[in-house]
């Protein structure tokens, strides 16, 4: 069989050779450099763009540390602020009942001076509770409870009386106090024990 010059096939073959996507053998390489150089720059700008961002995030947790830091520093130094403020107030009320003690006095006005050291006390008292309340510093009243370690500092003990269980607290010889629920001072008690008859 003869082929026709100009054939499907032979036009499909050399149509193909010339709309072929590769270039040339003599520009092949320096188009494919152009277009490597061309990604290799995109890519270093890529890197400085990232690693810039880096450092800023680097920079930016370390202001945020820092900041932090001194909010910690200054939490612990003012935290107790406020109540300074109200102890203050319970000192110049103990300042005015000790002046007013110091006062030269005659021997008569022994019960006038009695008495206004008595209001100031009871003034001071009042006054120091409403502080306490105010920041949540509360006394123990452990009369009567079970003794409990984690709050109360075991003294002596002492026999139970009528009415009073073995293993409680009998007296409080000094006062325990929690701040929010949390013990910050033991309460140092006598604990009754069940006492030994003798034969």
């Known amino acids: 069989r003869w082929l026709h010059p100009f054939s499907t096939a032979t036009q499909r073959t050399a149509g193909e050779d010339c709309s072929s996507e590769d270039p040339p053998d003599e520009l092949g390489p320096s188009l494919a450099e152009r277009a490597l150089r061309l990604k290799a720059v995109k890519l270093e700008k890529e890197v400085q763009d990232l690693t810039l ?37 319970v000192a110049d009320i103990l300042e005015k009942t000790t002046e007013c003690i110091s006062e030269e006095t005659e021997a008569g006005d022994q019960k006038l001076t009695l008495e206004k050291v008595f209001r100031g006390l009871s003034l001071l008292e009042a006054k120091l509770k409403s502080v306490f309340a105010k920041h949540g510093l509360e006394k123990m009243a452990p009369i009567g409870d079970k003794y409990d370690p984690h709050e109360h500092e075991l003294i002596c003990h002492v026999p139970a009386d009528i009415g009073v269980q073995p293993g409680t607290v009998a007296l409080v010889r000094q006062d325990g106090y929690k701040l929010h629920g949390r013990t910050i001072r033991l309460a140092q008690v006598e604990v009754a024990v069940e006492s030994q008859k003798r034969l």
């Open 53 to 89: 961002r880096y450092q800023r995030a680097v920079a930016d947790c370390e202001n945020i540390r820092r900041r932090t830091q001194r909010c910690v520093e200054d939490a612990k130094i003012f935290g107790i602020q406020s109540f300074c403020k109200d102890l203050v107030e």
